[in-house]
């Protein structure tokens, strides 16, 4: 497969400007990236940059930390799928997941229902600052609460990033498709990462991948 197929361009820095964000998405137009990640406020302008492309557009809820309640959470879906996304990826704190499992289950719940009516929602979880243990605990927590799409932190080492990738895709399980996040991965990373049990990469620069190269996956 090439890569192109496998990452998502994550633009979700706050200070990013209107006149920086607009040369990103018009330079987009040239290049064969499958889908973007956006702020919510940036969400709109997006898919008006690239109306004529067919780049996917998601965007971020509760983000970064996670930490609203679940009507917070279920209020941004609703208005963030009213924009127009084409998918959505909601932040869920470690707490609830480790702490909180009937909050989670009606998390769950709530989801299930509001991507039943709208779309796809990914779940992402700031994995950088867990210990070993917390991770396999959360990964068996995604799996038991059928969450198909985990995503993973805001950037890492890449040495954290392949640890990571080995434990929660065995304690996950094939059924969750994971998605490692990296600041400025190059194309051997993303191969290494994928034979570690990845299955797709959130980056915040295309500038060290060649978007046609092909990746092996086993």
Excluded at 58 to 77: M, Q, R
Excluded at 114 to 126: H, K, P, S, T, Y
Excluded at 197 to 206: I, K, M, N, P, Y
């Amino acid at each position: 497969m090439d890569v192109s197929e496998v990452v998502s361009l994550r633009l979700v820095n706050p200070a990013m400007t209107d006149w920086d964000f607009k040369d990103q998405l018009l330079a987009l137009q040239t290049q064969p990236v499958k889908e973007i990640v956006v702020l919510p406020n940036h969400l709109e302008r997006a898919k008006q940059l690239l109306a004529r492309t067919t780049i996917k557009i998601g965007t971020v809820i509760d983000y970064p930390l996670g930490n609203g309640t679940i009507a917070k959470k279920a209020f941004e879906v609703g208005k963030a799928f009213q924009s127009g996304a084409d998918f959505l990826e909601i932040t869920v704190s470690p707490t609830m997941l480790i702490q909180q499992s009937e909050q989670a289950q009606v998390l769950q719940q709530t989801l299930h229902s509001l991507a039943m009516a709208w779309g796809e929602i990914r779940i992402r979880v700031d994995s950088r600052h867990l210990k070993e243990l917390q991770k396999i605990e959360i990964a068996e927590t995604i799996k038991k609460l059928g969450w198909n799409h985990l995503v993973l932190g805001e950037g890492d080492s890449f040495e954290n990033a392949k640890h990571d990738a080995t434990i929660f895709a065995y304690d996950a399980g094939k059924a969750v498709k994971l998605q490692i996040n990296l600041i400025k991965p190059d194309t051997k990373q993303l191969q290494e990462l994928l034979l570690s049990g990845a299955d797709c990469f959130g980056v915040f620069t295309l500038e060290n991948l060649d978007l046609t190269a092909k990746l092996r996956v086993v």
